[in-house]
């Protein structure tokens, strides 16, 4: 019983491709999370959803765009993919909004040759 | 802004030796504060979190960290090191009345027999 699947867990991919990540949790929960891993494995917020709601959308490239067809779904699409953009990309979701933990997918490694 | 400071990006110890992982933080309104573990080509998993309750918390695997709000601490401790516990630490902080982690740069424990 998975509780936040994310597919595919590899993808490699050409320079100046479109591609998408699917980000799925069966926790019930109400917010969900998109997070970026780089190189030297810093974490950083990309974007946060809240009941399908944009909350926060953290200086992130419009190449980006997330979408939320329902609360338990929040997929990642990435437009004109770049070398930069290679890194590990991570779903999360949160039962409330506020102060409270976050439960990580197990990642998704984008490599952009 | 609230951020995250953990002392040392390796740290070393020997099988059954005490392990103490260092974190910082600072934020401008009481924090909420969490420990999470990063295996390798895995997700991540909370090992403990502080909500302002007990100032010590236990956690799994058995780490346990304390909150010490003169010193703006959340050390991670666990008493006798074990091979399986080699992996990245992940300190991470929402300030109350926030919704997202901030982490930091994590630590890599690294654990010999």
């Known amino acids: 019983d998975t509780a936040v699947s994310q597919t595919p867990k590899y993808l490699v991919t050409q320079m100046g491709n479109d591609k998408s990540i699917k980000c799925e949790q069966n926790l019930g929960h109400d917010t969900m999370y998109w997070y970026k891993q780089d190189s030297k494995k810093f974490l950083k917020i990309m974007f946060s959803?809240?009941?399908?709601?944009?909350?926060i959308n953290e200086t992130v490239p419009n190449r980006f765009s997330p979408k939320s067809p329902d609360k338990a779904h929040l997929n990642l699409h990435i437009n004109s993919l770049e070398l930069g953009d290679s890194a590990v990309y991570f779903c999360a979701s949160s039962p409330r909004t506020l102060n409270t933990e976050a439960f990580f997918g197990q990642g998704t490694r984008l490599t952009v040759v | 802004a609230q951020s995250v400071t953990q002392l040392g990006s390796h740290v070393s110890v020997s099988e059954g030796a005490l392990v103490l992982l260092r974190c910082n933080y600072s934020s401008s309104v009481p924090p909420y504060l969490f420990w999470y573990v990063q295996y390798p080509n895995q997700g991540l998993q909370l090992l403990l979190k502080?909500?302002?309750?007990?100032?010590l918390v236990k956690g799994i695997n058995g780490f346990e960290a304390e909150f010490k709000k003169s010193e703006t601490s959340f050390h991670l401790t666990k008493p006798s090191a074990h091979m399986s516990d080699a992996a990245e630490y992940f300190c991470a902080v929402i300030p109350g009345g926030y919704s997202t982690l901030t982490f930091g740069k994590g630590t890599m424990l690294l654990v010999s027999p």
């Open positions: 959803y809240n009941n399908k709601e944009l909350i």
């Open positions: 502080y909500t302002s309750a007990a100032t």
